[in-house]
């Protein structure tokens, strides 16, 4: 099986990092608080590019470089490698799509944090669409978060959607609700033997 893995919300909580240094960066700054928690990234908060960028001075490197994996995440994947399945990463996260010196460091950054947090994977693809790395790889369960981009992912692959606060609206068919690594494990498990 080609098991493809998005990072942010699926391989690590950045919904909970969001709130906690928003709400902080809002104290700090004297700034409105949250409009929209249940809101997808910055959806939470009315910003403007100035007051974004520099709050992502503050927090988003730090957040790229230590926010732990979730739990289980490496220990699961370790599991579904010995199995046979190919794991692919497949992330758009912010800068690492870019033709550019940053864009270049935080592609550095997320093999190494992928390194440190033990997660083994077959490649990684740093894509702004990551439906061309869908169909080319043949993936036959993309794990996804977001809200955004799964209805549209759901048209290529069966969608594992993340279990997160912003994406309990979706209810989707070609789509199944994930709750943590060993759900994951499980329901890929319960696939397995449906499909044999």
């Not at 994947?77 to 996260?93: A, C, H, M, Q, V």
């Not at 550095?108 to 740093?126: C, E, T």
Request: net charge negative; proline share 3%; hydrophobic share 30%.
């Amino acid at each position: 099986m080609n098991i493809g893995i998005d990072i942010d919300g699926v391989l690590t909580n950045d919904d909970d990092y969001l709130i906690d240094t928003i709400t902080k960066y809002v104290l700090e700054n004297n700034l409105e608080g949250l409009i929209s928690p249940y809101a997808y990234e910055y959806g939470k908060v009315n910003w403007n590019q100035s007051i974004l960028n520099n709050y992502r001075e503050q927090y988003f490197w730090n957040y790229c470089k230590n926010e732990p994996a979730r739990k289980y995440a490496s220990e699961v994947i370790k599991k579904l490698k010995d199995e046979g399945n190919n794991i692919y990463i497949i992330t758009s996260r912010h800068f690492t799509i870019e033709n550019t010196e940053e864009g270049e460091e935080a592609r550095k950054i997320v093999k190494n944090w992928l390194k440190n947090n033990q997660i083994i994977y077959d490649k990684i693809y740093f894509s702004p669409d990551k439906t061309k790395e869908i169909d080319t790889l043949k993936i036959d369960i993309m794990i996804e978060d977001s809200p955004e981009t799964i209805p549209t992912f759901i048209k290529h692959t069966h969608i594992f959607c993340y279990d997160c606060r912003y994406n309990r609206e979706l209810k989707l068919e070609n789509m199944t609700r994930v709750f943590s690594w060993y759900d994951i494990y499980m329901k890929i498990k319960s696939i397995k033997k449906i499909s044999m």
